[in-house]
């Protein structure tokens, strides 16, 4: 491997490693830059004053538009203690994720999917967000929870004095529902599609042995504990997923649709139960969300 080669990967390297310390976790190559990329290595001849030469210039890489900050009117309070993840851990997780990105066990998603939307957030979280499926905004972006569900999710998380960063946000499927001679809209997942991609969350969760589980709606709970029972009888009832507290709660996007007070007022209350099965603290304002006067 030429001077010049190594320098350009070990730039490239520091670049993505300097880009995901401020947070970004997606970049965009483009296809051609890709297809260069799996191309073998020439051995470049190494001109004699290469040394003394300024590193080559490193490819630009494009970085998709990052949202806003949400805002909320919540007190600043301490999170839950930061774990960090030893290296088999990580590595762990990141074989997992590659598998998973590669995933054709269901040739009907992956055929017309855009992304496979395995998950964000810390792996050493305490706190795991589980939800149905990715819809279009998830799919491509290849994150979950971006959508106006998302958004409104975020809300939420940062209510309890948390952030994205702190906690793990998945789905029971990892590829959106395909949706054939439709131009917009979403699908529930078929007891198949969940039973075939639901091997992959069980071992993210293990992997990340979150002490408190929020399953987001009924898909969700019937995803990791099998029950079929409406969400209105679950929620605010704590289940337990192979010995890790689980919450049943309603999904964001029924709050969207349905935005009465007193709905939201229980899904807060889902999350109070939460904060204090987590022994985060709880300031009087948070207790009063979505009181009325």
């Not at 990329?37 to 970085?63: C, E, F, G, H, W």
């Amino acid at each position: 491997m030429s001077d010049d080669y190594g320098q350009l990967l070990n730039a490239t390297i520091q670049h993505l490693e300097d880009l995901q310390t401020r947070g970004l976790r997606h970049v965009v190559v483009a296809p051609r830059t890709l297809r260069e990329l799996a191309q073998p290595v020439k051995n470049l001849p190494v001109q004699p004053d290469a040394r003394n030469q300024n590193p080559p210039a490193m490819p630009k890489i494009s970085t998709p538009a990052q949202p806003d900050t949400l805002k909320s009117a919540t007190p600043d309070l301490s999170p839950v203690t930061t774990r960090h993840a030893s290296p088999d851990k990580a590595s762990a997780f990141a074989a997992l994720r590659e598998r998973a990105l590669a995933c054709v066990r269901c040739p009907h998603l992956a055929s017309s999917r855009k992304n496979v939307v395995f998950g964000v957030g810390s792996i050493d979280a305490q706190l795991m967000f589980v939800g149905e499926a990715p819809g279009a905004d998830e799919d491509e972006q290849g994150e979950p929870f971006v959508g106006k569900a998302g958004q409104l999710l975020t809300k939420i998380i940062q209510a309890t004095g948390l952030s994205r960063a702190d906690v793990y946000i998945a789905n029971i499927l990892k590829c959106r529902p395909d949706t054939p001679g439709q131009s917009a809209g979403n699908r529930k997942p078929t007891p198949e599609e969940m039973q075939t991609c639901i091997p992959y969350l069980h071992e993210q969760i293990d992997l990340i042995g979150p002490k408190v589980i929020v399953a987001l709606g009924a898909t969700a709970v019937e995803g990791l504990l099998g029950k079929t029972v409406g969400i209105t009888k679950l929620r605010g009832n704590w289940q337990t997923y192979r010995g890790t507290p689980l919450m049943p709660t309603y999904h964001p996007a029924y709050l969207l649709r349905n935005q009465a007070m007193s709905e939201k007022r229980r899904v807060w209350e889902d999350m109070l139960a939460v904060m204090e099965k987590l022994e985060m603290p709880v300031s009087e304002k948070q207790r009063n969300f979505f009181l009325k006067a």
